[in-house]
T-cell receptor, first 116, second 115 residues
């Protein structure tokens, strides 16, 4: 199956700093990638849809100025949590769909963010 | 808006036995896709099985099979010959077939395998 990587796998930062998370499709091109957030013992909540070469589409209630998404190439999308606060601590997961090859999304291994 | 409901927060099964996880969904669309994803303790989401709504035949992947009842909007997952490695959170997910690629997830079922 298609492989999606995320970096870093976990990050600890101080309140007020910004954190960048990378999502890469390793063996396929992905015009569209997705960013999810998962709180402990809860389901995945879609934050935004990342489109290569255009602006991301954010879900209702997600602050686009706080969660900056850039999809500069067909294999890389980045999520930057700006001015992070303890309430932003969570598990962030990206996914990607293989272009022109089905409807299945493949997920990265996730990034655990802890804001102190 | 579409909703996905998993009414079993936790399930357990004896090793080598069969277990069925329930999922219902609500939609007014006729074309859509349904998925079961597994999330083990590593938290890596792994695709277990997928079903296209236009297909009447239930999808099967080795020990995993679904019972897709379109009229009842039900999509249950059957795991046969349960193994210790099957222990995980299982999420049912819905995707529209009309261009919106978003996945809508259920709340998940935690499956425990009893040795």
């Amino acid at each position: 199956g298609a492989v999606v990587s995320q970096h870093p796998s976990r990050v600890i930062c101080k309140s007020g700093t910004s954190v960048k998370i990378e999502c890469r499709s390793l063996d396929f091109q992905a015009t569209t990638m997705f960013w999810y957030r998962q709180f402990p013992k809860q389901s995945l909540m879609l934050m935004a849809t990342s489109n290569e070469g255009s602006k991301a589409t954010y879900e209702q209630g997600v602050e686009k100025d706080k969660f900056l998404i850039n999809h500069a190439s067909l294999t890389l999308s980045t999520l930057t949590v700006t001015s992070a606060h303890p309430e932003d601590s969570s598990f962030y997961i990206c996914s990607a769909r293989v272009d022109l090859a089905g409807e299945t999304q493949y997920f990265g291994p996730g990034t655990r963010l802890l804001v102190l | 808006a579409q909703t996905v409901t998993q009414s079993q927060p936790e399930m357990s099964v004896q090793e080598a036995e069969t277990v069925t996880l329930s999922c219902t969904y609500d939609t007014s669309e006729s074309d859509y896709y349904l998925f079961w994803y597994k999330q083990p303790p590593s938290r890596q989401m792994i695709l277990v099985i997928r079903q296209e709504a236009y297909k009447q035949q239930n999808a099967t992947e080795n020990r995993f099979s679904v019972n897709f009842q379109k009229a009842a909007k039900s999509f249950s997952l059957k795991i046969s010959d349960s193994q210790l490695g099957d222990a995980a959170m299982y999420f049912c997910a819905y995707r529209s077939g009309f261009g919106n690629e978003k996945l809508t997830f259920g709340t998940g079922t935690r499956l425990t395998i009893i040795p």
